[in-house]
């Protein structure tokens, strides 16, 4: 599979398991729905008041899990790279796209 192969999966598959922080035991994990991937990286939107977030600005090592709806396939990535947006024309392309968080948007770079 090349990076194409991988984000065409995620972005047929945009629910994942999120998982943040420290070492493996002690990371904190969750469901998220991914806003899309892409030769650049996997964008996700995430609300700065959001714990989940303030985790992230203090340790990025993030890993994701992405499957099929039946489980029959999946994709698991890892990265130490989470990368917070600042670009305000991407900030109101994720709005309008996804307004019910309008305050922070993150990227997952390969």
């Known amino acids: 599979m090349d990076f194409k192969d991988y984000y065409d999966f995620c972005n047929e598959n945009k629910t994942c ?10 990371r904190e994990s969750g469901c998220l729905g991914m ?11 995430a609300q700065s008041v ?4 303030k985790q992230m600005q203090q340790n990025q090592k993030v890993e994701v ?3 099929t709806k ?3 396939q999946g994709l ?3 990265t130490e790279k989470v990368q917070f947006i600042e670009d305000l024309a991407l900030k109101a392309k994720c709005i309008q796209e996804r307004p019910f ?9 390969e």
């Open 65 to 67: 899990y992405f499957h």
């Open 76 to 78: 698991c990535a890892s």
């Open 35 to 45: 806003w899309f991937a892409d030769e650049t990286g996997f964008y996700f939107q």
């Open 101 to 109: 968080g309008k305050t922070s948007v993150l990227t997952e770079t």
């Open 50 to 53: 959001k714990a989940m977030c």
């Open 70 to 72: 039946d489980f029959q």
């Open 17 to 26: 398991y999120f998982r943040h922080g420290g070492d493996r035991s002690g």
